[in-house]
């Protein structure tokens, strides 16, 4: 075993500590922060400009594909949901509710599990709390469980290559995004049905809750309360938020049916090895722009629609790849993780990985997610290597750790705007969830564990 670099671990600690810094303090955007930082301490580490080229230039070669893949797949979901693609499946588990505190509270959990299928939180939250805020209101449901049933769904869903945490591990781990996301899919199943026997418990909980209050005198049931007029209210407005793209498209129930057997047929390619995924969304993309956009004028704008947040995420990868490059290629994260082996308890060492799980959804409320996956989990697999811990295993055991947690911390954008569509207070909205999802994600890492994508030594 090579020996540490004192000067290497510190160099390497230093620039991951004053990138986390940066990340927390919120002042310059992630791309800044990792871009910046390693080459200027590369540099006064005594590197030269070519060095410092040649790891950035080694750090982007192992993540172009997957900065492919989030672009495209962005844009081919982005279309379906232009096209209305999820808006019945939405209205009919609405109507599936029949206005009944545990059946909406579940029907929440579902109804966030297929907005979520873009794996955009904005996306999801747009769609979801507008329509549901009404049935909570109409019920004296708290609206806090409806944040937490749509932040657990969403988080459940997340877990997709397409997703941001996903995203983010291929490019740490350089691990390719199928052999990431194939052995999750079971561990999504697990954690829908998770979902749904917490949904029966909260609805349960609601329900006392609500007839205490009833029996108070301090609440009035609504006695004019329709199931429809709700459902037919969200799919007014998807309609007039749409309204400006509507007239232009084609539509009808064949091409409704012919964009879902698209997405079903790309999934399947995807999924099935057939196709790498990158390539899979740009044949969808290719093929749902005419299928939906009679001329090329309005296929290019609905491609100008939603590049902003395809460029994002893309941006966002690409800048962590010059990061983890420079301290990959340079060896300082060979040196952190010797030197770390030296400090951490024996007994420890070989689950560490499962350690940094259970502390997952804690540690998105203390670092933001950039910072956890891009600064936190490069050490961790590092260090975890030297006992023989795969890399994939090291992904897995951190990723459902903290994916659980990724919307009630502060760090992630799409909170605030869920919370703002529902008039929501964080704090309120941390203490009514926080613990539940804490549990959740410890819950779903031991489910992990039983399915044997995580192992304990």
């Known amino acids: 075993m090579d ?164 995203g983010r591990v291929v490019a740490v781990t350089g691990e390719e995004p199928l052999d990431i996301y194939l052995p999750l899919i079971p561990l999504q199943g697990v954690g829908v049905v998770l979902l749904i026997i917490l949904g029966v418990l909260l609805g349960m909980r609601e329900s006392r809750r609500i007839q205490k209050q009833v029996a108070a005198g301090e609440i009035q049931l609504a006695e004019d309360f329709s199931i429809r007029s709700i ?65 090329s004028k309005l296929q290019m704008e609905r491609i100008r629609a939603h590049a902003p947040n395809a460029l994002m995420m893309a941006a966002v990868i690409l800048g962590a790849s010059v990061f983890l490059g420079v301290l990959d290629q340079s060896k300082m994260l060979e040196s952190i993780a010797l030197s770390a082996l030296a400090v951490i308890p024996e007994g420890l060492g070989p689950n560490l990985h499962i350690a940094m799980g259970v502390l997952g959804v804690p540690m998105d409320l203390l670092t933001s997610t950039d910072a956890y996956y891009f600064s936190v989990l490069p050490l961790v697999e590092a260090t975890a290597t030297q006992y023989g811990v795969s890399s994939i295993e090291t992904a897995h055991a951190m990723m459902v750790g903290n994916v659980i947690g990724t919307f009630v911390s502060p760090f992630s954008p799409a909170v605030w705007l869920m919370l703002g569509l529902a008039n929501a207070n964080f704090g309120q909205h941390l203490k009514y969830s926080f613990f539940i999802v804490w549990g959740f994600s410890v819950l779903m890492l031991l489910a992990a564990m039983a399915l044997g994508l995580v192992g304990i030594s």
Do not use: C
């Open 231 to 295: 459902a037919d209210n969200f799919s007014e407005r998807q309609l007039r938020e749409r309204a400006d793209i509507v007239s232009q498209m084609r539509s009808g129930k064949a091409i409704y049916w012919t964009n879902a057997i698209l997405a079903l047929t790309i999934f399947g390619l995807m999924l099935a090895d057939v196709l790498p995924p990158h390539l899979a969304f740009m044949i969808g993309v290719a093929i749902a722009l005419p299928l939906n956009f009679s001329s």
């Open 3 to 166: 020996e540490p670099s004192t000067l290497l671990t510190a160099g390497g600690l230093g620039i991951i500590g004053a990138t986390v810094a940066l990340l927390i303090w919120n002042k310059v955007s992630p791309i800044v922060a990792m871009v910046l930082i390693p080459i200027v301490g590369a540099l006064l580490l005594g590197f030269s400009i070519t060095d410092i080229a040649e790891f950035a230039g080694e750090g982007l070669s192992t993540v172009m594909n997957v900065t492919v893949m989030f672009i495209f797949a962005i844009l081919f979901f982005g279309i379906l949901y232009d096209a209305g693609l999820f808006d019945p499946v939405i209205r009919s588990l609405i109507l599936a509710t029949r206005g009944k505190i545990i059946l909406v509270t579940v029907g929440t959990g579902l109804i966030g599990a297929v907005a979520h299928l873009d794996g955009a939180g904005a996306t999801t939250f747009l769609l979801t709390v507008p329509a549901l805020l009404p049935l909570y209101q109409a019920l004296n449901m708290s609206k806090y469980l409806l944040l937490l049933m749509l932040a657990l769904a969403a988080s459940i869903m997340n877990l997709v290559p397409w997703g941001g945490p996903a």
